[in-house]
């Protein structure tokens, strides 16, 4: 584990009036293919990212890169990559660790037109090798931990390989030599808003993983929106972020680009370590971090509530809905109380490029989703497509700039994600007031049990304040008389060993009768990489 070095002038270099009333003035001339240059334009050298590891790339030392080095490194990278025969909206692969040449290399690929295919390093080869072939990737761009665990030995024809963190060898070009042989002054590529920019295949828990198809316009959506309200505010003050989201998912993709577009400071780690993040917020004084519920309920068990977090302005958080009682710890541990910090969630999916509404400045209730945002259309229907009666709950369907138009090479699981035009979620939820969501749990994992209708997240929240339970699932299996029986799967928290019959009992009088788990299983939950629970494996798993 390597400890931070940086100095933190760089954090405080504001923008000039002008160049920041410049940058938010053109926002329609504002694409994904010019961010970059715009961004060093106007934050020049004020504190991009800051490093664990000095980056092994030309023209950067040290451990922070500033707007105007990033800016290089991009228009070195896009000539790099056009140098290797990529074209307009040919896909590039991009596997790699959390880590910042991840987002240099994205941001090359879409400046030079072409669609970049963020892939979770972590997957199993086999999932990437057919992420590779579904994509009909030209260029796999990946660090030297994929090609030597995951993808070691694998046959690749037709595809072209960098490595990011390492020398070439053979087949495998390196990144540092191929930007130290390429020009930086290369104009970025004109691209309409309906371009496509980026596939994110979705996890696939069950059956194959589909490409999410997202144009220029759909990921803009929300930077421009937040650029809009930075506007108000004027340029930017000292700020820095830590992200410990995994950039090949939509959360932390978005959450980055947010950021950065802000002329905010991030530090990117690798892999979430609850210790590791709290040493780094003290250290540092780290202005805002985001997670998922789970992260946060690990930062808590790590000791959270003993350490000087009064730093943060801003908690942030998505990937699952949020209960109160999690939030308002936060909430109260920085600045006390009588002036709490803010704590920003909000839902959104892959197909929407992110978040479609936000809570602020916390949640209201368990399950608060927030306020769906302005220029996004919503409705909640029943299974008929009709609009179900105020209050009730129904599926959410969307309609906006930001929803995907379909899947990469699925016409059939394009088709049956559409009703009339509108994006079928599979969440169901509730409106509480105009614009103001609660959820209510996911289509498919609605439980129907002896006539009941049953929403998990509701079991799940009264199981995670039993101090015993760090993770919870609960899903429906078969059962001849009741049609589903409620099942939980628990998982305890170290050295606090669960103990079932003490559960149940503890259940009686939090739940109906009728939602109470016919039974509980102690296991290890299985978790994507952001720490979410896979509940459908856990299903699988149940069901032996």
Known sequence: MHALSFDPAGLEIVPTSDAWEGFVGELDTLTLANLTDRMGATYGARTAFVLETPLALPGTTGTTVSFADLATLVRRATDAILRLGVRRGDRVVLCTRNRMELAVAEWAVVRAGAVAVP?????????????????????????????????????????????????????????????????????????????????????????????????????????????????????????????????????????????????????????????????????????????????????????????????????GGGGDYFDVDLVNRFRALPRGAENPCFFVTGYGMTETAGQVTQTFPAVELDGDLGLVAAAIDYRIVGEDGAAVEPGAVGELELRGPNVTPGYWNAPDATAAAFRDGWLRTGDRVREIEPRHLVFAGRAKDVILSGGNTIYPPEIERVLLEHPDVARAAVVGLPDPLLGEMVVAAVEGRPDRPIDVAALAAWLTDRVAPYQRPRRIQVMELPTSADLKVKRRLVAELLRG
Do not use: C
Not at 242 to 251: G, H, K
Not at 308 to 313: G, Q, T
């Open 119 to 315: 892939v979770g390093a972590r997957l199993p080869p086999e999932q990437i090798l057919r992420i590779i072939a579904d994509a009909g990737a030209r260029l796999l761009v990946a660090d030297a931990w994929v090609l030597e665990h995951p993808l070691r030995g694998s046959a690749l024809p037709g595809i072209r390989r960098v490595v990011v963190d390492g020398a070439g060898d053979g087949d495998v070009l390196g990144f540092a030599d191929l930007l130290a042989a390429a020009r930086d002054d290369g104009a970025p590529a004109t691209v309409a808003a309906d371009d496509l920019a980026l596939v994110f295949y979705t996890s696939g828990t069950t059956g194959q993983s589909k490409g999410v198809m997202l144009t220029h316009g759909n990921v803009m959506f929300a930077t421009r929106n937040a650029l809009r309200t930075s506007a108000m505010m004027g340029p930017p003050p000292r700020m820095l972020g830590l992200m410990v989201m995994p950039l090949a998912n939509t959360s932390g993709h978005q959450g980055l680009l947010l950021s950065i577009a802000r002329g905010s400071s991030v530090i990117v780690l690798d892999r979430f370590d609850p210790g590791r993040v709290l040493d780094l917020i003290e250290a540092h004084r780290v202005n805002i971090v985001s997670g998922t519920p789970t992260m946060y309920r690990l930062l808590w068990d790590a000791g959270a509530p003993n350490r000087d977090l009064s730093s943060i302005l801003s908690f």
